[in-house]
């Protein structure tokens, strides 16, 4: 350890000068920030020139004082303190990289956190590592202020990123990645997490703006790990195994056949049915001689009636019996314990001229859904070496393969009858729907003929750079980055028979995706001073873009053998077709900064960057992206011991989005040989010619030639702080965010003429936000080590311009998801509940077309007597009140234990589940239902707030109202970890320089709102489940 060869050193000069014997005077322990003892440390006396002493290898230090002298205690590379001698000292010396700022890498450049005046967050690699999930961006959920991650519970966890709230309606509203200085828009799951050395997230304009029209919805910087000069050869090893598991609040609670079968005979009942001409259409016996028996209240009698439930078909649900009445559990015919594991190592070394490291990954998951996997190996490889005093070369290389089979049938497994069993009688034929049923698929079939139906990605990454530092100060450096990425799949479509459910012709559909892109950037860096107290820094710089993409497939179908070895389009008897395209853009760019620091009290920067992109028409193609920040030290003018540091700041900056389509500017045509000859139309290319021809181009794509970009600016105030000796920190910011000219491509109006739709520039949005984290970390004198962060973030958002010119989705019409000026994006216009009819009477002079008895009775809002559209009001604002996270890490001795809790406060959610769960015949009829239903409303339970159960939806209750939205407030335990790091003692033996092994446990607990009726309020919908896990890890280095 590097501190230890320090000290060694730092004894024989201590011993040099005479150090007293130690005797039994005072004493206590000296550690750094991290809680590990500090070896050699010196202990002296104020004033004295031969008092003192060092630590030893614990350290601990004794010396013969009297009480209450001054202790001034040091060591190489951390910040001298001074303490009262006294019995027990616990001494915490702070690293001096700390005390002067974390040094963190922002837009081509590096610099110190505290000179930063925009809003910057570093995301600490140690908070990354207090998870064992292996997905970057997984683990980073609640990590960051202002920045929203969303992800399903797949193997891949697919999710969105969202930085200070809504970026644009049809643009993309990812941010962009750029990784050792190579801008990518990929996702991260590819990425080996214990290869990041480092994460900063750049959210305001200001910050972002070098990257001008990628980074209008912020920015994330990753810095990958490298060789540690004047190290030797370093070997890091870890182990990992996850085991998935569903707890009972992150499903649906369904019905079993006896619950489904209650619910079947009330639906029917409450309409005036007969329960057992009902049941028949559905394969059911209401009027067996055996069976399960169920009740259900009859309001024509005012009494329950009583049913023997069997099969339609003397046991079995369909008339050529080869299915007999089941009570298939679905959800856990489909699930399972899954298991992740994940295995890394690395090796690291440097000379004086030469850094190099290695590293190498696998990790795979097969999930909590059966059949599903995901499977990743990965690469990696740096180096760099000093030419000279004057040049030095590096790069960066990383190459990855991921395969994964996630056919996720979830909504299928929640839908389907639980009366159908999982394979017919034969015991080998997989058993489907039957009657009147919905055509839901049985899940597991669909999951077992969909297992080799896999997406292939490689991926390679990297970068290749020369440094030049011609003199002081100056470093010019040009970088080539290569982001490729190339993607397979193949589906295989089998036949299949399941009483109405068919397949007779087997397919198999190919599709491959090529994604080249290269990045050529030059910069020069220059730092200087003028009159000692007037420091500049001067970047200038270019950089070209090139983006090319091929995309390519081919159909076949019927095959004499389904086999997966057999199954490809050249074996194919029948229709064989095949497709491609080609598309691409260009980017060229311009910028420069200047950052100034005045005795470090004052801070400014300015940015500037100027870019061209083929993505825009002739008239619009390049774009300017400005940048202006402020920032004043206030604790250099205060004189207070208790203050560290203590930073206002201000910023102003303009940035741009251009990720859309790369042929949206141009007017796109298709050729069509099968048109209906007798109503179609055709052009030529120029778009000339109409009437009726055998054959032509159709348009697809009106041009535009003054599409232009999609600019955001933002403006941001901001405080950071340091107090009490570093151990009280944090920082504030609050924001306007205003996106302008949005790019929109709306549905077009086929009245208006062919033509197909056309992008272009108009609503514009404004985001309003507050942003703030703090954290205090300590050490007791029992040794005990606590380190508590939190954070919190909301923001308010509003549609402030809508062209009038705009159609389909953005109509000025009365319907759900409007968007609509003054108003939240995402909003929804619905009715207002005013609870359920509680009589006949009441229905009928309700003004409520088809209104029933213990039916939703929506309120007349204009008073007319009559229930109309004009009755609709705002009903849905999906912006939560606010977010938050709180990260707690406490270690004692050789123990560490950490926790993250999230959470959500104030949100609405649209539950499209009660569709399932409330009503019966809302949608998919003769599917499952969840089992809340067995408590609707009748005329023996009126107090219930779930509608009557009717066989029909005359009503149109599945309409947007109030019933449908709640209340989303939510907690998770989404980390817990204990982990232990092997002693000194034992390391040496083993010949190791550390050690931890842990166990942690993922989403174990979830609260949420008691009115909440979803079993996951993170993920409300039909999408794979989050899933619990518990994990055990090692981590070792040599």
């Known amino acids: 350890m590097k501190k230890a060869k320090v000290a060694l050193v730092g004894m024989l000069m201590l011993a040099g000068s005479g150090a007293y014997a130690q005797t039994n005077g005072i004493g206590g322990t000296v550690t750094d920030n991290a809680g590990e003892p500090i070896i050699g440390a010196s202990v002296k006396v104020k004033g004295s020139t031969n008092m003192g002493t060092v630590t030893d290898i614990d350290g601990n230090f004794k010396l013969d004082v009297k009480p209450g002298e001054t202790l001034i205690i040091s060591y190489i590379g951390c910040k001298d303190q001074e303490v009262k001698a006294g019995e027990n000292l616990k001494i915490v010396l702070q690293d001096n990289s700390e005390v002067l700022g974390e040094v963190v890498v922002t837009g081509y450049q590096v610099q110190r956190k505290a000179d930063l005046t925009g809003s910057v967050s570093v995301v600490s690699t140690k908070d990354l590592k207090s998870t064992a999930d292996t997905d970057p961006m997984r683990s980073l959920q609640g990590k960051v202020p202002g ?4 992800t399903d519970g797949s193997p891949i966890g697919t999710g969105t990123v969202r930085i200070r709230g809504i970026g644009s309606f049809n643009s993309s509203q990812d941010p962009l990645f750029v990784i050792d200085g190579v801008p990518t828009t990929t996702t991260l799951n590819s990425l080996n997490m214990n290869d990041i050395e480092s994460m900063q997230v750049l959210k305001d304009a200001a910050s ?5 029209s990628r980074a209008a919805n912020g920015v994330i910087i990753i810095t ?8 030797k050869l370093n070997v890091d090893f870890s182990a990992n195994l996850t085991a998935q598991f569903y707890n009972s609040q992150s499903m649906m609670k369904l019905c079993n056949t006896s619950e489904y079968a209650t619910a079947m005979a009330q639906a029917a009942l409450n309409d005036g049915l007969d329960p057992v001409a009902y049941a028949h259409n559905y394969g059911l016996d209401f009027n067996a001689s055996t069976g399960r028996t169920i009740k259900a209240y009859d309001p024509a009698s005012k009494s329950y009636k009583t049913y023997t439930v069997n099969g339609a078909y003397d046991g079995y649900i369909n008339a050529k019996k080869t299915m007999r009445l089941s009570d298939t559990d679905w959800l856990d015919e489909i699930s399972r314990t899954g298991f992740m594991q994940s295995y890394d190592l690395s090796l690291s070394g440097a000379t004086d001229k030469f850094t190099g490291l290695f590293s190498a990954g696998y990790k795979k998951n097969d999930g909590i859904l059966k059949y599903s996997n995901f499977e990743n190996f990965s690469a990696r490889f740096n180096s760099t070496y000093n030419v000279n005093k004057i040049v030095s070369v590096g790069e960066n290389a990383t190459v990855t393969y991921s395969k994964q089979v996630n056919s996720a049938p979830m909504e299928n497994a929640l839908k389907m009858s639980p009366t159908v069993p999982v394979y017919e009688e034969d015991g080998t034929t997989f058993a489907g729907p039957v009657g009147g049923m919905s055509d839901r698929q049985n899940p597991l079939r669909e999951m077992y003929m969909n297992r080799d139906n896999a997406l292939k990605i490689w991926r390679v990454f990297g970068n290749a750079y020369v440094d030049v530092k011609p ?5 010019l450096r040009s970088n080539f980055g290569l982001d490729y990425y190339h993607s397979f799949t193949r589906s295989m479509n089998h036949t299949f028979k399941s009483d109405i459910v068919n ?19 030059n910069t020069a860096n220059y730092n200087f001073k003028i009159a000692r107290d007037h420091d500049f820094t001067v970047l200038a710089g270019m950089e070209l873009h090139r983006q090319t993409v091929e995309d390519m497939g081919a159909y076949a179908q019927s095959y004499v053998i389904e086999d997966k070895d057999y199954m490809w389009p050249d074996a194919a008897t029948g229709i064989e077709r095949a497709t491609g395209i080609g598309s691409g853009y260009s980017l060229a760019s311009f910028f420069g900064k200047v950052d100034y620091n005045w005795q470090d009290l004052i ?3 300015f940015t500037i960057r100027r870019d061209g992109s083929s993505r825009f028409g002739k008239n619009n193609r390049y774009g300017n992206f400005p940048a202006a920040t402020l920032g004043y030290r206030l604790s250099k003018n205060l004189k207070a011991n208790w203050i560290d540091d203590l930073k206002i700041r201000a910023s102003w900056g303009k940035t741009g989005n251009q990720e859309i389509s790369n042929t949206a500017r141009y007017g796109l045509y298709v050729a069509d040989y099968g048109l209906d000859r007798v109503t179609s139309t055709a052009y030529d290319l120029y778009r000339q010619g109409t009437g009726v021809f055998p054959s032509g181009f159709r348009a697809t794509q009106t041009a535009n030639d003054n599409l232009k970009w999609e600019t955001t600016i933002q403006y941001n105030v901001g405080a950071d702080f340091s107090l009490l000796s570093q151990e009280l920190y944090g920082s504030v910011d609050a924001y306007i965010k205003d996106v302008k000219d949005m790019l929109i491509s709306p549905a077009f109006l086929g009245a208006v003429g062919e033509g197909g739709s056309t992008w272009s520039n108009g609503p514009s949005l404004r985001n309003v936000g507050m942003e703030a984290s703090v954290g205090y970390r300590h050490i007791t004198k029992y ?6 962060t939190a954070n919190i973030d909301f923001f308010r958002n509003k549609v402030t311009y809508l062209p009038s010119t705009t159609t389909g989705s953005y109509a000025h019409t009365v319907k759900e998801n409007l968007v609509q000026s003054k108003k939240p994006y995402g909003s929804i216009v619905g009715y207002v509940v005013d609870g359920l009819f509680q009589n006949s009477e009441e229905a009928k002079t309700s003004g409520q077309p088809n209104a029933r008895v213990g039916g939703l009775k929506y309120a007349d809002l204009d008073h007319s007597g009559t229930i109309d559209a004009k009755d609709q009001t705002w009903i849905f604002d999906p912006v939560p009140d606010f977010n938050w996270g709180l990260n707690v890490q406490l270690g004692y001795k050789n123990f560490d234990l950490s926790m993250f809790f999230q959470g959500v406060c104030g949100v609405d959610v649209y539950n499209n589940q009660k569709f399932q769960t409330d009503f019966w015949s809302l949608t998919d009829a003769g599917s499952n239902k969840g089992n809340r239903m067995l408590g609707a409303w009748t005329e023996d339970n009126t107090s219930s707030k779930i509608p009557a159960l009717t066989t029909n939806n005359t009503g149109d209750e599945g309409r947007a109202s109030t019933y449908f939205v709640e209340h989303g407030n ?13 002693s000194d003692s034992l390391l040496k033996k083993l010949h190791m320089t550390s050690a931890r092994v842990y166990v942690s446990g993922q989403n174990l607990f979830t609260w949420k709102s008691s009115s909440f009726t979803i079993s996951d309020p993170e993920n409300p919908n039909w999408a794979y489940p989050h899933s619990s896990s518990v994990s055990f890890g090692l981590q070792l280095s040599f």
Do not use: C, E
């Open 147 to 150: 920045m929203t991650i969303t």
């Open 208 to 212: 972002a703006s070098i990257y001008g």
């Open 224 to 231: 990958t790990k490298h060789g540690k000069k004047g190290s």
């Open 471 to 475: 003199l002081k100060g100056l470093v």
């Open 503 to 521: 397949n007779n012709i087997p397919s198999t559909t190919l599709s491959a995706h090529d994604d080249v892109r290269w990045t050529w950037s």
């Open 603 to 605: 801070l400014a920067s």
């Open 783 to 788: 040794g005990l080590r606590y380190d508590v």
């Open 970 to 982: 939510w907690m998770k335990l989404r980390t817990l970890q204990l982990g232990y790091n092997f």
